[in-house]
Antibody, heavy 123, light 104 residues
Framework: QVTLRESGPVLVKPTETLTLTCTVS??????????VSWIRQPPGKALEWLAH???????SYSPSLESRLTIAKDTSQSQVVLTMTNVDPADTATYYC???????????????WGQGILVTVSS | EAVLTQSPGTLSLSPGERATLSCRAG???????LAWYQQKPGQAPRLLIY???SRATGIPDRFSGSGSGTDFTLTISRLEPEDFAVYYC?????FGQGTKLEIK
């Protein structure tokens, strides 16, 4: 059974750095047909893709947030970490990680998803 | 950057009725890269359809996907009470803005 679980702080202050961890099980982060993405969803709003990491350690970032994001993986720990610098109240959202299926160089689908973690940015 | 436009924004129907949700891409895409998700309040999205028309594991056959090029459709043949939720289409790293399916 494939599972993903997000962990990290639920409250961060403006200008701080947010670090979130996605712990996976049931699949390998070295599988060339799979990857892991981070997606967020502000309260009452739509899904927004943030970052993706491939098995070969290649990375992709949302153009609008690229300067603030870093994604990395620790295969031995089955973990994918997302860091976001200089957070703002507008970054308040539920953050999800999801396994991706890769065909060619592109993601075909996100499945499954973790349960998500609500992160609030407030002083 | 890919753009996906979903319509309608909100769809009000009754249980037993047929629902038709639309997703339009800004440019022609391969069906391989079009997926649909269902999200209920307080839950993570769940994959329904991938490859534009293939049902994910465990998804009832009342859910079907179709389309090609720039126009894609998610159809729910007979609505069950548990189908009222928000639905998103996805292409590559882009999600549509969602269609809320509500009880009439």
């Amino acid at each position: 059974q494939v599972t993903l679980r997000e962990s990290g702080p639920v409250l961060v202050k403006p200008t701080e750095t947010l670090t979130l961890t996605c712990t996976v099980s049931g699949f390998s982060l070295n599988n060339p047909t799979m990857g892991v993405s981070w997606i967020r969803q502000p309260p009452g709003k739509a899904l927004e893709w943030l970052a993706h990491i491939f098995s070969n350690d290649d990375k992709s970032y949302s153009p609008s947030l690229e300067s603030r994001l870093t994604i990395a993986k620790d295969t031995s720990q089955s973990q994918v970490v997302l860091t976001m610098t200089n957070v703002d109240p507008a970054d308040t959202a539920t953050y999800y990680c999801a396994r991706t299926d890769i065909y060619g160089l592109w993601v075909t689908r996100f499945d499954p998803w973790g349960q998500g973690i609500l992160v609030t940015v407030s002083s | 950057e890919a753009v996906l436009t979903q319509s309608p924004g909100t769809l009000s129907l009754s249980p037993g009725e047929r629902a038709t949700l639309s997703c339009r891409a800004g440019q022609s895409i391969s069906t391989t890269y079009l997926a649909w998700y269902q999200q209920k309040p307080g839950q993570a999205p769940r994959l329904l359809i991938y490859g534009a028309s293939s049902r994910a594991t465990g998804i009832p056959d009342r859910f079907s996907g179709s389309g090609s090029g720039t126009d894609f459709t998610l159809t729910i043949s007979r609505l069950e009470p548990e189908d009222f939720a928000v639905y998103y289409c996805q292409q590559y790293y882009t999600f549509g803005q969602g269609t809320k399916l509500e009880i009439k």
